[in-house]
């Protein structure tokens, strides 16, 4: 029996602080997180570029017990956002438990316990310490890693250039003829906001996207004030927008039938508001709605046919010192480049290095890509759980409730530990490879395997995601199954 577990969390984004606060209701404070930054919040920290907010409605894109009466929109900016990790993290007493400017360089199992090498401080002075932990919450996020193209000649621009999670506000933005590369949902949000307030806008689409027209409404003073006085209603509204977004779009992107037809309607009707019928060409994906990631915007075409901003879909060439050379060899002129070309969804956990059991590294057991049991930990990683683990399911849902779930699962064995006499856990070999061989078999049903590119997918073409419906995954991770686990005492 393990009284006082000492617990390192990786990560002080939405879902370290939910596994911290999960502890705290628990009373556990035998904790500490380890965050790389200086501040907590984590995507919503990076991610500053114009018109960033979150394309899963705010009541339901915040932790079901911790409401927020007085988000200003159905889909909030990303700095309220961040303001609301920011102020829960001070109200709930978390901010001792952090290790600022501390990035956790390896975590190995030896002797029945954790032993983690972190490094702080200067980079040309750091602090290099060992820490031992009985339990290890990674909570590194999913897109974490911005991922750069491999374009020629990019590194001789002479203009201000950075990826959309590295925004430079220093640049100043209306004198400039600005070329953006990417239309995924980090391009579409800034193009939307920038249309008609730039010099010129020119958007380089290598793929074209669908897109669905949810209205973004601002809430009233009148509705605020009456969310905060009956914090009840707060629960109502989250429990709508779940519905909504498990039954229609959790459920469309898992199982062929009417939902996936009323999304395909929808989209091809915002398309056909583009009057001119080249640019609606243009912008008319070859796939089908969801099968990459569908991006939520009202306002996205309507920035497509704002003066000044110009789409280009011949594909890039190269970069010179002062534009970009598409392959039928025009030239476009450019003051500045945006880099809004996604992130590494692959990396996982990584660079942290892993060691397991028997000296197993995290490469060599996702040799064949990341897999884990039943998305939260792996055989030979005994106390080991991951939120946003291997194919947690993202598509177009809250990972926050998905955060939520990991984190009580976290909790149950973390649990067992302070009261039973078990010292560790690990998922077995076999149940770890049926979990995937099922979620294998489920995948053609799935709308990301009917052809198109996209993050989702992993090298072997099989989609990193869960391939049923959202509570599924709640049911999965509802009760430990015993048996599925390597359990020493
Ligand atoms: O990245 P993406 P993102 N030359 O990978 C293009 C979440 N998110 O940052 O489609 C030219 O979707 C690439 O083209 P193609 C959300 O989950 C959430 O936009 O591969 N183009 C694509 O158009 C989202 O799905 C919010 O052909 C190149 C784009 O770059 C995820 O983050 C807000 C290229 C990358 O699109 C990632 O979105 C924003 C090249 N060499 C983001 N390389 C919320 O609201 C890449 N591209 C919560």
Redesign the pocket.
Known sequence: MITSPRIAIIGAGMSGLCMAMKLQDAGIESYTIYELASDVGGTWRD?TYPG?????PSRFYSYSFQPNPSWTHT?SSGTEIQGYFQRICDERGIRPHIRFNTAVESACYQDGRWRLRTRSGDRTDPVISDVIADVVVTATGV?RIP?Y???AGLDSFTGPMFH??RWDHSVSLSDKRIGL?????????IITELAGKVRGLTV????A?WVLPMPNRRYSRLIRSILERFPRLNVVYYRLWQTFFERMFGRAVVEPGWRRRVVDAWCRWNLSRVRNPELRRRLTPDYRPMC??LV?SAGYYRAMQKPGVHLVTEP?DHVEPTGIVTADGRRHELDMIVL????EFHAYVRPLELRGENGLTLDEAWANGPRAYRTVAMPGFPNLFMLMGPHSP?GNQSLVLVAESQADYALWWIDQLRRSRIASAAPTVEATAKFNADMKAAMPQTIWVTGC???YLGRDGLPELFPWRPERHRELLAEPVLADFDVST
């Open positions: 991610n960033l907010s979150c394309d899963v889909f897109l991922r193209p491999d374009i959309s999670a590369i990417g239309t995924g949902s980090s391009g579409v949000q380089f689409q290598r793929t996207q990459k990631r939520m890039i809004a070309t996604g992130f993202v590119r996209s993050w």
